[in-house]
């Protein structure tokens, strides 16, 4: 039984999302073509997918309804998993020569320097993986064991929180009872759908999770998403490190090390972003703080970090200047919009608020007007939800 449960949990916690971000894996330059990236990607494609189906269920399926977008959304995500496989497979097939390591087939951008690309004049170091010295892999492996004691004590001290007598409980009524935020979590009677709840379906992906895996929506709920979505939010602050730390990649390890150590003693008050992602990591308002605001941070210094590259890089990066692969920051954007709502109503807000300011630094930083369009186009999915918002 738990055996089963734990294939099933790996399957949609980790396989499929990793098939997906094979998708969007085709559209990145190539030094983001890595493990994480890809990690990160198929996860803000998976939310999108949900974000759509999920809430067409709801609103449009009056009994029944988790049921069958439990079957859709199912469906569409093996579709799209094995299509990525596929496209990957493909790819590394019409690529692979003789004695070529098959991991950086997959995942280019993880590949190391070689010696005579990093003292080419031509070569941007900051672009490139590092090779650590000893020095920086223990300080690396400290990293790894402050991860995994968080990981722990978010589990075992798992604190109790007011708010998971709402969120949980719509979980577990969805899986249950088959329905999505139809039935009052306080009051066990129907409801209409609420302005302010409806809309953020994150509680339905926590029972969807739970009703594939069989595992009990609470037990997913406070032991599964931890050792998920924590280190998820480190990947987000590793590939902000990467662009920050510029050319000092050795003392990249050290950054994450101070930012574990923010989230373990950031519990200054209720309401930081430490206390939700440590205390309340299943929470929606949790992932806005901790996986939203973060994403948009680091697209932005990724388009910031692209204007300071030379011409002959930016179109080796982007496979000759290819237009999907120079604006893969603003779709990611985009899906990432798509993402902010189903968290929580104030994703969209928040989230769409940081972009634009971002947007504008950045039009006044480049001078190109074309960022108008694309910073419009970007939050496309905010207006729609703002549009179902105001008609509940």
């Given at each position: 039984?738990?055996?089963?449960?734990?294939?099933?949990?790996?399957l949609?916690?980790f396989?499929?999302?990793?098939?997906?971000?094979?998708?969007v894996?085709?559209?990145?330059?190539f030094?983001?073509?890595?493990?994480?990236?890809?990690?990160?990607?198929?996860?803000?494609?998976?939310?999108?997918?949900?974000?759509?189906?999920?809430?067409?269920?709801?609103?449009?399926?009056?009994?029944?309804?988790?049921?069958?977008?439990?079957?859709?959304?199912?469906?569409?995500?093996?579709?799209?998993?094995?299509?990525?496989?596929?496209?990957?497979?493909?790819?590394?097939?019409?690529?692979?020569?003789?004695?070529?390591?098959?991991?950086?087939?997959?995942?280019?951008?993880?590949?190391?320097?070689?010696?005579?690309?990093?003292?080419?004049?031509?070569?941007?170091?900051?672009?490139?993986?590092?090779?650590?010295?000893?020095?920086?892999?223990?300080?690396?492996?400290?990293?790894?064991?402050l991860?995994?004691?968080?990981?722990?004590?978010?589990v075992?001290?798992?604190?109790?929180?007011g708010?998971?007598?709402?969120?949980?409980v719509?979980?577990?009524?969805?899986?249950?009872?088959?329905?999505?935020n139809?039935?009052?979590?306080?009051?066990?009677?129907?409801?209409?759908?609420?302005?302010?709840?409806?809309?953020?379906?994150?509680?339905?992906?926590?029972?969807?999770?739970?009703?594939?895996?069989?595992?009990?929506?609470?037990?997913?709920?406070?032991?599964?998403?931890?050792?998920?979505?924590?280190?998820?939010?480190?990947?987000?602050?590793?590939?902000i490190?990467?662009?920050?730390?510029?050319?000092?990649?050795?003392?990249?390890?050290?950054?994450?090390?101070?930012?574990?150590l923010?989230?373990?003693f950031?519990?200054?008050?209720?309401?930081?972003?430490?206390?939700?992602?440590?205390?309340?990591?299943?929470?929606?308002?949790s992932?806005?703080?901790?996986f939203?605001?973060?994403?948009?941070?680091?697209?932005?210094?990724?388009?910031f970090?692209?204007c300071?590259?030379?011409?002959?890089?930016?179109?080796?990066?982007t496979?000759?200047?290819?237009r999907?692969?120079r604006?893969s920051?603003?779709?990611?954007?985009?899906l990432?919009?798509?993402?902010?709502?189903?968290?929580?109503?104030?994703?969209?807000?928040?989230?769409?608020?940081?972009?634009?300011?971002?947007?504008?630094?950045?039009?006044?930083?480049?001078?190109?007007?074309?960022?108008i369009?694309?910073?419009?186009?970007?939050?496309?999915?905010?207006?729609?939800?703002?549009?179902?918002?105001a008609?509940?």
């Open positions: 039984m738990w055996v089963t449960s734990a294939l099933v949990l790996l949609w916690l396989i499929v999302p990793m098939g997906m971000g094979f998708l894996q085709r559209i990145l330059p030094t983001k073509k890595t493990i994480g990236i890809t990690f990160l990607c198929g996860y803000l494609l998976s939310f999108a997918v949900f974000e759509v189906i999920a809430i067409w269920c709801m609103l449009k399926i009056q009994y029944g309804a988790f049921h069958k977008c439990s079957i859709v959304y199912a469906g569409v995500e093996i579709f799209l998993a094995v299509v990525g496989f596929a496209a990957r497979l493909w790819d590394v097939q019409r690529a692979y020569t003789k004695g070529a390591n098959i991991f950086f087939l997959f995942f280019p951008g993880d590949q190391r320097a070689k010696p005579e690309a990093m003292i080419s004049p031509r070569t941007d170091v900051r672009v490139m993986k590092f090779q650590y010295s000893k020095e920086s892999l223990i300080y690396w492996g400290l990293f790894a064991l991860v995994a004691f968080q990981l722990v004590m978010a075992v001290k798992a604190p109790f929180d708010d998971d007598a709402y969120y949980v719509e979980s577990v009524l969805a899986q249950q009872a088959d329905v999505m139809t039935i009052h979590p306080y009051l066990g009677i129907s409801t209409p759908l609420g302005s302010r709840h409806a809309l953020a379906v994150f509680t339905m992906w926590i029972a969807f999770i739970a009703k594939m895996s069989g595992i009990h929506a609470t037990i997913v709920s406070h032991v599964v998403m931890p050792f998920v979505l924590i280190p998820m939010t480190y990947l987000i602050y590793l590939e490190g990467r662009i920050l730390m510029g050319r000092r990649q050795d003392i990249l390890p050290v950054y994450m090390i101070f930012i574990s923010m989230a373990m950031g519990n200054t008050s209720i309401y930081t972003p430490e206390t939700f992602l440590m205390m309340r990591t299943w929470q929606g308002k992932m806005v703080a901790n939203v605001l973060p994403f948009v941070i680091w697209l932005f210094l990724w388009m970090d692209d300071r590259k030379p011409g002959f890089l930016w179109n080796e990066e496979g000759g200047g290819l999907v692969v604006n920051a603003w779709i990611l954007l985009f990432l919009n798509m993402v902010a709502g189903i968290m929580s109503s104030m994703g969209i807000v928040f989230g769409t608020g940081l972009a634009g300011l971002f947007s504008l630094l950045l039009l006044i930083y480049t001078r190109d007007f074309r960022i369009p694309k910073a419009i186009l970007s939050v496309v999915p905010t207006g729609i939800y703002l549009l179902i918002y008609s509940l």
